[in-house]
């Protein structure tokens, strides 16, 4: 059995405009854009807590106080929902949060990047090991989530987990980018890392994605930090300084990933998960035939 710490707490970075999706966007934050019946958020927090996390902690703006509102109860809600009998949603409205998860929020001030918004909840995470999700990023796994996986990765060897896989070499330029080795355990140790960098030269193909494992020497790192990419403080500039004291690996996750920050994602996500529902694949299926065979006709 492992000595090392849990890893309890998940940071989620929402505080972002989502301006490709206005005007939908202008009053319903983009996490709370919905694949089929829930938000983009919720099934980042279930993936969160099947890895056994419970602390969700929202990075946010004052003026998106809906998504914590997600996770609260709603007694009238649920009292129309009991006097008729509607007993499915009523579990369902229940059991967006589990009992022993706790949504704190922490309000980043300035849009300065992702590595700010993650040192924001500093306060909230202490020295502790932590993750990072970003919702925009949905992973669907038929095993354990990506999370579970990275948090058995840190428990076996105590090491930061950065999620990964293979991209177009041309689109480097939308991640960070890691050149990873394997290590004496057979474990992906990342060597470079660098911050969307051109194709000609990105270290690899393999682009950094929405999950992180990270030790607590991060939020020292990002104090220190200037502006980098993009004029914003860079949680890839942080994880590279990190690897000067600390192994970090690289884990190439099982499972399908959206991005649904994008309008394209979004669609894919909702037509795969769609697929995946007993009430509706048949009838989209044969929707999706017949759209097919109209567009190649």
């Not at 502006?227 to 500039?237: C, R, S, V, Y």
């Not at 394209?264 to 509706?280: R, S």
Request: net charge negative; aromatic share 4%; charged share 25%.
């Amino acid at each position: 059995m492992s000595s090392r710490p849990r890893i309890r707490k998940a940071v989620f970075p929402v505080a972002g405009l989502g301006t490709r999706f206005l005007p939908a966007t202008k009053a319903v934050p983009k996490e709370l854009l919905p694949v089929l019946d829930k938000p983009l958020i919720q099934y980042a927090v279930e993936e969160a807590c099947e890895a056994g996390i419970e602390t969700i902690i929202l990075v946010t703006r004052g003026d998106k106080e809906a998504i914590a509102r997600h996770f609260t109860h709603a007694p009238d809600l649920e009292a129309f929902l009991a006097e008729r009998n509607s007993h499915q949603p009523l579990e369902r409205v229940r059991g967006i949060l589990p009992g022993q998860v706790e949504v704190l929020e922490v309000t980043q001030e300035q849009p300065l990047g992702l590595g700010h918004a993650v040192l924001c909840a500093r306060k909230l995470v202490g020295d502790e090991p932590f993750a990072v999700i970003l919702p925009d990023d949905m992973i669907r796994s038929q095993g354990a989530g990506a999370l579970r996986q990275m948090v058995d990765i840190y428990q076996e060897s105590g090491c930061s987990v950065i999620g990964v896989e293979e991209v177009p070499l041309e689109l480097t330029q939308r991640y960070g980018v890691a050149a990873v080795e394997p290590n004496h355990q057979g474990r992906m140790e990342i060597r470079t890392i660098v911050e969307k960098p051109r194709p000609e030269e990105a270290p690899s193909n393999l682009g950094v994605v929405g999950r992180y494992v990270l030790t607590g020497k991060i939020f020292e790192l990002l104090e220190g930090l200037g502006a980098g990419a993009g004029g914003e403080i860079q949680l890839t500039d942080a994880i590279a300084r990190l690897m000067e004291s600390q192994t970090v690996l690289a884990h190439p996750f099982q499972g399908e990933r959206f991005d649904c920050g994008s309008r394209l994602g979004l669609v894919k996500a909702t037509i795969e998960y769609a697929l995946a529902d007993e009430e509706l694949a048949s009838d989209l299926a044969a929707f999706l035939r017949q759209r097919a065979g109209r567009l190649l006709a």
